[in-house]
């Protein structure tokens, strides 16, 4: 059994979690998008038949905060953690719906004071890796912080 790690341990540790997925997700992007002369970051209509930027990275970071959630729980060995119904996948609900929030709160934010701003291949790449950077150090930190909470208080 590993002992639990320090706060700035998992911030470390999450820190490289979010710079590996923000690699991959980025360059998956860029494979998507690589073609297109241009991308909007968001588009006026709330059901949009255009690809844009924030739509795709709406998606990615949803699944990431799901998944990777997930993941810190079944790959973190502490001592007294809880088990991973229900608990643990309410959390990664609670998670993933605070995920979604926060990217589409920023699209519509965008939206509302840039408008359709239109954005190179690379820029679209790189911002859906920023985001899955960011959502993916974020979850991997708050789930294993609250896994440290269940375990101090024994449940």
């Known amino acids: 059994m590993q002992t639990i790690p320090s706060k700035q341990e998992m911030t470390k540790g999450a820190m490289i979690n979010g710079i590996i ?20 970051l968001t588009d006026n209509q709330i059901s949009s038949t255009e690809h844009t930027v924030f739509a795709g990275a709406v998606v990615t970071a949803i699944s990431l905060a799901f998944i990777l959630s997930s993941i810190a729980y079944f790959t973190w060995k502490i001592p007294g953690k809880p088990s991973y119904f229900p608990k643990v ?6 998670h993933t719906i605070f995920t979604f929030g926060l990217v589409v709160a920023l699209a519509i934010l965008i939206q509302r004071y840039a408008g359709s701003v239109p954005v190179s291949p690379f820029m679209a790449a790189l ?18 912080a609250e896994l440290i909470r ?5 449940k």
Request: glycine share 12%; proline share 0%.
């Open 127 to 144: 911002i859906t890796g920023i985001i899955a950077g960011v959502t993916a150090g974020m979850v991997t930190y708050l789930t294993q």
């Open 150 to 154: 269940y375990q101090a208080e024994g």
């Open 21 to 40: 997925n923000m690699v991959i997700n980025g360059v998956i992007a860029w494979f998507g998008v690589r073609h297109a002369e241009s991308i909007l």
């Open 89 to 94: 996948l309410l959390t990664c609900l609670r």
